[in-house]
């Protein structure tokens, strides 16, 4: 297993976030040369990220999509084809519980088993919310707004 220092874990999933082109383009990624769809997050690591999101607090789908916007600087949204049936997985994996909530929207809580899961899965889940941290800097960064509204002036 191997253990970083927290400057080499925003370093590393900065490099990710750039060799996967999530700079420019659309929220969701984009796609690729060729077409191919790129990812932000490797297999599973959007189900921590939820995960580690909805331990915070109890969120709706749609809360759990802005949270992940707001976390990379307005560079990345997960798709909702996506957020929604990751949802569903920690439901059925025990990981998650409906709590009761007005409207028709699924407020999720984590459960005991989601506590642990995450417990047992902590250097994966920090260099997913490290990957997060790493790309809003690098957005706010080559934000090129300040720059457009300079000359504007």
Known sequence: MRHFHSGHREHDAARHAMRHGFFGGRPEGGRGHGGERRRMFESGELRLVLLKLIEEQPRHGYDLIREIENRSGGAYAPSPGVVYPTMTLLLDMGLAGEEASEGPRKLLA?????????????????????????????????????VRRAMQN
């Open 110 to 146: 984590i459960t005991e088993a989601g506590r642990a899961h995450l417990a047992e899965r902590a250097d994966e889940v920090a260099t997913a919310m490290a990957r997060l941290t790493a790309l809003a800097k690098v957005s706010a960064r080559t934000d090129a707004a300040p």
